[in-house]
């Protein structure tokens, strides 16, 4: 198959060879499947190297596929290369929705178990690994298994968050949530600062089914995260369900620098904030508006020109966040980085059943970066050391060069998921963490 296949952030070396299922399935039953030959690929969203695999292989997944649902329960089934566009254009005109949807629908629904996605809703559904009921894993041994909460639940728990690397998950069902329609009502709250977003911010997750806050990351001094709250429910009823247009807009060519500087982006950061409040009250919004706003532009991430993006979430503990975002901000600011988009929530308390899920209670903070050399990499990893000194953690699948120690810190758990880590897959990603920290543990083992 041609590639290359990307990821979204376009700062890692693409995989530029790819077999297909039914040749996968063939080397297994011949017995001919290499260590670390292959890896899962879904619609190449992830923004590091988690989806890449450049040594060997990678395994496109995705694909249109039958949808069963069951309208009494919300149970739906799919293959794991269906796009979540199409699980939604098939259940909402129904009255179900997935109980947690990221920041894009282009994603397949294998590829949001295997990452564990979350959304504006977290405080309430907690992450889409919650919602997923069971479902088959191939594995390099030929044999199809069968996960679920009661049924090979080590694999069941590794998988979701496991970034693929247990295996190809073929088929998967997953409750939905009831709701009266697709749209949402939508209402926008200023704060002039920080503070008064932690002020609101429990409140309006009580209130509320999505809370999501926009920050002006350029403001400073008494304005310091300067933005709008942006909380949502579902409309009870509304007329006919519209399914998401295909983008008008696109960036059909890439530019030869970065698009995306202080100047353009604080033009940028006045035009949406008057956008969100020229209009009091609540306002019916799209879902596709709500949850998937950048969606509406193809090919966005050529903005940030020829170099790329780098994309930084963290989660601290709520009882840091105050003091910790704040500081997150601040180095961005000193570094004289410009960040695009800039989105503040609130995790709650909800676990998933997911080994390496990355929510736990607190704030997450996501900044995005045009690729710009030492200078981003040096604020990269002063992100990094600020929200692991806090007891927090980077997002694996959002990453494309933390250090190994780093991904050890957030993650101690990392070596239950190598231990149900199938061995012929393997990915850049963590190739260049978990095998590198194994690499020492061995080393500190032969010397004893």
């Not at 700062?11 to 001919?32: D, F, H, P, S, Y």
């Not at 997944?61 to 293959?79: K, N, Q, R, Y």
């Not at 295996?167 to 998967?172: H, K, N, T, Y």
């Not at 981003?376 to 060069?401: C, M, Q, S």
Request: charged share 20%.
């Amino acid at each position: 198959m041609r590639g290359p296949f990307t990821s979204f952030g376009r700062t890692v070396t693409a995989t530029k060879r790819a077999m297909r299922l039914e040749e996968v399935r063939g080397l297994i039953e011949r017995g001919q499947v290499g260590t670390g030959s292959l890896l899962a690929y879904g619609n190449g969203r992830s923004y590091g190297d988690s989806c890449q695999n450049c040594e060997n292989a990678v395994v496109p997944m995705a694909s249109a596929g039958e949808i069963s649902l069951d309208t009494d329960t919300g149970l739906l089934t799919a293959s794991a290369g269906v796009m979540l566009s199409d699980i939604i254009v098939r259940a909402a005109p129904l009255g179900w929705f997935p109980a947690v949807v990221p920041g894009t629908q282009n994603i397949t629904l294998g590829g949001a178990i295997a990452n564990d996605v979350h959304g504006k809703n977290h405080h309430r559904r907690g992450t889409f690994g919650c919602h997923v009921e069971r479902f088959s894993l191939l594995r390099s041994d030929g044999v199809v298994r069968a996960c679920s909460r009661t049924e090979n639940t080590e694999l069941f728990e590794a998988s979701i968050g496991g970034m693929g690397l247990t295996g190809l998950i073929l088929e998967a069902t997953i409750r939905l949530m009831p709701v009266g329609h697709a749209d949402v009502e939508e209402s926008a709250v200023a704060f002039d600062n920080l503070d008064e977003y932690f002020e609101l911010a429990a409140d309006a997750d009580a209130q509320n089914e999505y809370a999501v806050a926009w920050i002006d990351q350029l403001a400073g001094g008494l304005e310091t995260g300067r933005g709008v709250l942006l909380t949502a429910n579902h409309v009870a009823e509304g007329g006919a369900f519209k399914a998401a247009k295909k983008p008008n807009l696109s960036v059909p060519l890439q530019p030869p620098f970065n698009v995306l500087n202080q100047y353009s982006i604080g033009l940028f950061n006045r035009a949406y904030r008057w956008s969100k409040l020229r209009r009091p009250g609540l306002r019916r919004s799209s879902y596709a508006s709500y949850f998937f706003p950048l969606d509406g532009v193809r090919n966005w991430n050529r903005l940030y020109g020829p170099g790329g993006l780098y994309q930084h979430q963290s989660v601290v503990p709520e009882a840091l966040g105050r003091d910790v975002v704040p500081a997150l901000l601040k180095a961005a600011q000193d570094a004289g980085q410009a960040s695009f988009l800039t989105v503040l929530k609130r995790f709650g308390p909800v676990r998933s059943p997911g080994l390496m899920s990355f929510p736990s209670a607190g704030y997450t903070l996501t900044l995005d970066f045009p690729a710009q050399g030492n200078a981003t990499l040096k604020l990269l990893e002063k992100l990094d050391a600020i929200t692991i000194e806090a007891g927090g953690a980077v997002n694996p699948y959002k990453d494309a060069r933390m250090s190994a120690d780093v991904f050890a810190a957030g993650f101690p758990q990392w070596r239950r998921l190598e231990a149900q880590r199938d061995p012929a897959f393997m990915s850049d990603f963590w190739r260049r963490t978990a095998m590198v920290l194994d690499g020492q543990e061995h080393k500190r083992e032969a010397a004893e």
